[in-house]
């Protein structure tokens, strides 16, 4: 912050300075009506000059920002046309990507079945009696709509207590 606010000042005596170069007080008492009017024009053609060379600071700039803009335009189109290859479909067992992945590490052949669980029949049949007692839901739905459903479940409920 500290240095922000001495560049600020430094940024302003130069400014002072270079105004008071530029830029002498005006001694305009005592003068006569032709004497102020010479001075006006003095001025005029000394606000004239300044304002030609803003204007052409002015153009300089908006050029080079232009200028700025189209070479980023240039650079962006000089990345984009950049061609990906092709890729192409590679088969690899799972001894070679696992020798690749751990190199010299990896040691004998991995049997990647070995590590499944088992599964007998008859768990599966198990599983499908199961979701055929299960039923049908819409059954239940059927039964329970209505008054007659509303009616079964409140004889249920009292019956229970």
Same mark, same amino acid.
């Not at 009506?33 to 204007?55: A, F, G, N, P, S």
């Not at 001894?95 to 008859?122: F, I, W, Y």
């Given at each position: 912050?500290?240095?922000?606010?001495?560049?600020?000042?430094?940024?302003?005596?130069? =400014?002072?300075?270079?105004?008071?170069?530029?830029? /002498? /007080?005006?001694?305009? #008492?005592?003068?006569? !009506? %032709?004497?102020?009017?010479?001075?006006?024009? +003095?001025?005029?053609?000394?606000?004239?000059?300044?304002? %030609?060379?803003?204007?052409?600071?002015?153009?300089?700039?908006?050029? *080079?920002?232009?200028?700025? $803009?189209?070479?980023?335009?240039?650079?962006?189109?000089?990345?984009?046309?950049?061609? =990906? /290859?092709?890729?192409?479909?590679?088969?690899?067992?799972?001894?070679? !990507?696992?020798?690749?992945?751990?190199?010299?590490? $990896?040691?004998? &052949?991995?049997?990647?079945?070995? *590590?499944?669980?088992?599964?007998?029949?008859?768990?599966?049949? +198990?599983?499908?009696?199961? *979701?055929?007692?299960?039923?049908?839901?819409?059954? *239940?739905?059927?039964?329970? #709509?209505?008054?007659?459903?509303?009616? =079964? !479940?409140?004889?249920?409920?009292? &019956?229970? +207590?």
């Amino acid at each position: 912050m500290e240095e922000l606010e001495a560049e600020k000042v430094a940024r302003d005596d130069e =400014k002072v300075r270079y105004l008071g170069e530029k830029l /002498p /007080p005006l001694h305009v #008492s005592g003068l006569s !009506m %032709e004497e102020l009017q010479k001075l006006c024009q +003095q001025l005029h053609k000394k606000i004239d000059v300044v304002d %030609e060379e803003r204007y052409d600071f002015e153009a300089k700039v908006y050029k *080079n920002g232009r200028d700025i $803009h189209e070479l980023k335009l240039k650079v962006m189109d000089l990345g984009g046309k950049f061609k =990906k /290859p092709a890729l192409r479909k590679v088969r690899v067992s799972a001894d070679e !990507m696992m020798r690749a992945l751990l190199g010299t590490k $990896h040691k004998g &052949s991995m049997d990647l079945r070995s *590590n499944l669980k088992s599964v007998k029949k008859e768990d599966i049949k +198990q599983e499908k009696e199961m *979701n055929l007692e299960v039923g049908d839901w819409r059954k *239940n739905v059927e039964a329970m #709509s209505g008054m007659e459903g509303r009616k =079964k !479940m409140f004889d249920a409920a009292g &019956s229970g +207590q």
